[in-house]
Nanobody
Framework: QVQLVESGGGLVQTGESLRLSCVVP????????IGWFRQAPGMDREFVAV????????YYASSVEGRFTISRDNAKNSVYLQMTNLKPEDTAVYYC????????????????WGQGTQVTVAS
């Protein structure tokens, strides 16, 4: 069992920034490819970004590319999601997850999930 813990969510205004953190306590973060997903009320959970374990390659959903940046600090067992120029449509619960196999953009290919952190962007 792998535990993931998100933090950093909150209420911001349109155009502001937030940085989310995902920690894997007691584990070596470098072993895991970590993705961020989000789920708005009444919507499916959707892929946001991923950073690989092998070479820290990053991939983004088109809706956030250029505004969000995923990074990792293996010494701190942490993965971050820096979100800039936030929009009301970014409002959702954000989850980090450990990738298991297959494509990076499908939630089915992640086998461990955090509890989520709420991000609300006011217009």
């Amino acid at each position: 069992q792998v535990q993931l813990v998100e933090s950093g969510g909150g209420l911001v205004q349109t155009g502001e920034s937030l940085r989310l953190s995902c920690v894997v306590p007691g584990r070596t973060m470098w072993r895991y490819t970590i993705g961020w997903f989000r789920q708005a009320p009444g919507m499916d959970r959707e892929f946001v970004a991923v950073i690989t374990s092998s070479d820290s390659s990053t991939y983004y959903a088109s809706s956030v590319e250029g505004r969000f940046t995923i990074s990792r600090d293996n010494a701190k067992n942490s993965v971050y999601l820096q979100m800039t120029n936030l929009k009301p449509e970014d409002t959702a619960v954000y989850y980090c997850a450990a990738h298991y196999l297959g494509t990076y953009d499908s939630r089915r290919n992640y086998n461990y999930w955090g509890q989520g952190t709420q991000v609300t962007v006011a217009s």
